[in-house]
């Protein structure tokens, strides 16, 4: 299956450098619907993805549905303090259990027939199952389906077909970068969300091309110096770029408190990370943002870009002009994204174009992320 998108030519120009006639995947992979499907099967299930935080749950009783790779999760604060994630489905006719967030909840209990669950996702009750008035209290029944979870700090990963390597394994390289920054004194500010008519692979993939930031955003072009800024390096399943910016604090929200006990010279990095194939991690001194895509077909893609601040700031009033400067900063970048990512969507119903030609000073990130889904799918 793989073989007829994945040709033998197309495996040969992944492995070939930039610049000796290497290149990237062939547009199928960006446009065909059953292609999706089997990242949907072979990717996202297979791999360790960012579902939510700590943020979204911080309570026992609260309850957060999701989607990973198209398919529905809730993640759950148990009132035994544990954190949970299952399959979002009851398990008697299949009808989704939980379709919002929810606080300070004892059950979850199906809206179609309602069997009841307990967080910790064993069945509690089943109305009228042996005939009207006849209640069912199973000691054990068919519970929800859990799924592997880890954490990361305050961040929630789960990994759909429990096979994934080890999350110790898979976090260490971006664990070991971000040493520095006391992640848990993050708190989510605010979600934003955006649309695009495009792949979502080109959205992570615009996300760690450092090239186009002349062309496309003059004003993080004038703010971080492109001396400093170069193509994303790669360390297994992180692509990461650190890079010092030397310009006074303007436009992305000023006089917000910095991580506590940050180094000095951790004051002035700003870094940009792609935890593969899940999510981007950028860490300024007093924030980190954590972006998300939500593929809904081949070219249709939703991202959310979630603002973590430090501490108070994320609600304090105080800090209420500071946290709009950080929103409008981040609006403003997406904003002159959205272009340039659905050009390239429209560009892959070209037969003139297969993979691209790659500049080796800029473009080894696009085909270190290509040659993992390869890896990942076969
Ligand atoms: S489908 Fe959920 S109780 Fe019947
Ligand atoms: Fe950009």
Known sequence: ?????????????????PGEGGSCLPNACYTDPAWLELENERLFARSWMYAGSLDNIPEAGDIFPTTVGNRPVVLVHGHDGTIRAFHNVCRHRGAILVEHPCRRRRHMTCRYHAWSYGLDGALVQRPHFDGVGRHDR?????????IRLARFHRAIFINLDGEAEPFEDYIAPLARRLAGHDLDALRLAKTLTWEFRANWKLVFENYFDTYHVFAIHPRLDAFATSEGRRGFGSEKKLLHMEAKFDQPETGRGVGLPY?????PGLERLEAAYHLFPSCCYQIWPDQLTVFQVFPLAPDHTIEHLHVFLIGDAASDPEFGEARQGVYDMWDELNRED????????KGRRS????????APCWDSSHQHFARLVVETMT
């Open 1 to 17: 299956m793989l073989d007829h998108y994945i040709t033998q030519e197309v495996a040969d120009n992944l492995r070939r450098p």
């Open 138 to 146: 199973p000691q054990a029944g068919p519970g929800l389906v859990e």
């Open 259 to 263: 991580y506590p006990g940050l180094a």
């Open 338 to 345: 959205v272009n340039a990512i659905e050009w390239m969507q």
């Open 351 to 358: 037969p003139a174009f297969e993979g691209g030609v790659l």
